[in-house]
């Protein structure tokens, strides 16, 4: 009688991405001790639950930060420093709103004590701020400025990253990309189960910096225009934040047919805005024929820049901070919908009333 004893070892688990990743050295005692140095004498005290020691992320206790005169509005302010094995250290100050809005001001630097002094360079009342009764929450980021290298301390730059806000039942963001002078994108939203229905002019009719409104799947996006370069830059976009949630709120509380009376003359305006670059491309292509009656020499330069015109536009809208966008310019006319916002379950059955209005018309 023979005896075969044979083995099968269970295969090793599949590897996964996060078995690739090197492990970080968790934050140990002595360094948290040294890390909140700083922040103790300030008043603030670690939250150790809170904290992931794994990913080297220190919290601190929030604290509740009280309505004052120039920001009438209750605040929780969350203290998060983020210190990488190789890296200069993050500190990221959280602001939140009982609306569920939140703003960052974010700092990058080598000493945790400057980056607490950078943080408070920006005070609450700049994260947030209160348009018409709408609270409005702007991130920043805080970065050093290569300046004097005599002085003690390098000078910083504040540059607002994003803005949020919602404005009766619609949410409002902007984003600024402070790599490229680019205009800031502005995107509505509404909730689950609602749709939007507004005009592609809606925020356009604020000024020529504004541009028309375009709808996607699932939101409304445009652009407005501002200052390519800081320190004018950020500045710039403080300010039509301002005037662009000034004008939702105040509009947004009308019904849709106050619209069209009360920015008749801006929606013309921003009719023929919109139709500028056909006209320019109409107007090159109704003077081509007249080329033929000009007398120019071979070398000459007016001669060399019309026959390369093509490629020569085709370069400079590529160049362009903004792309323009060749459409017929639809003619402004009075809004015929009820309400800003739709519900989903109410343009149903109203899809389904119409074919049986229809058919006990026709009965």
Known sequence: MHIRIQHHPSAPPPA????????????????????????????????????????????????????????????????????????????????????????????????????????????????????????????????????????????????????????????????????????????????????LKIPEDLTAVIGWNWRPLREFISLWRGSIRVQPKEPRRTADIEHKIGQTITHLADTLDRPPADFHPRFHRARWRVSFQRGVPLGIGLLIIALTPAIQWLDMADDSILRMLIFHAPPLMLAGMFIMREMPRIEIPPIPRPLTQARWLDRVEDKGRRARLEPASAEAADS
């Not at 991405?17 to 001790?33: A, G, N, R, S, W």
């Not at 794994?54 to 309505?67: C, D, H, I, N, T």
């Open 16 to 195: 996964t991405d996060d078995d690739d990743k090197p492990q970080m050295k968790p934050l140990t005692h002595h360094e948290i001790l040294g890390l909140m140095a700083p922040f103790t004498a300030a008043g603030l005290h670690a939250d150790l639950a809170a904290s992931q020691r794994g990913e080297r992320k220190l919290a601190f206790k929030p604290r509740a930060l009280e309505p004052t005169q120039e920001l009438p509005i209750p605040l929780e302010e969350r203290l998060v420093l983020e210190v990488p094995e190789s890296g200069d250290p993050r500190l990221v100050r959280t602001l939140s709103h009982a609306s569920g809005l939140t703003s960052q001001a974010v700092a990058v630097g080598a000493d945790p004590a400057v980056l607490w002094e950078r943080i408070q360079a920006v005070p609450s009342r700049r994260q947030f701020r209160v348009y018409a009764d709408v609270p409005v929450a702007r991130s920043y980021l805080i970065e050093a400025v290569a300046g004097d290298e005599t002085a003690a301390e390098p000078a910083i730059r504040v540059l607002i990253t994003q803005a949020r806000a919602r404005v009766r039942g619609i949410n409002i963001e902007m984003k600024a990309d402070r790599f490229v002078g680019h205009a800031v994108e502005l995107r509505l939203t509404a909730d689950a189960g609602t749709t």
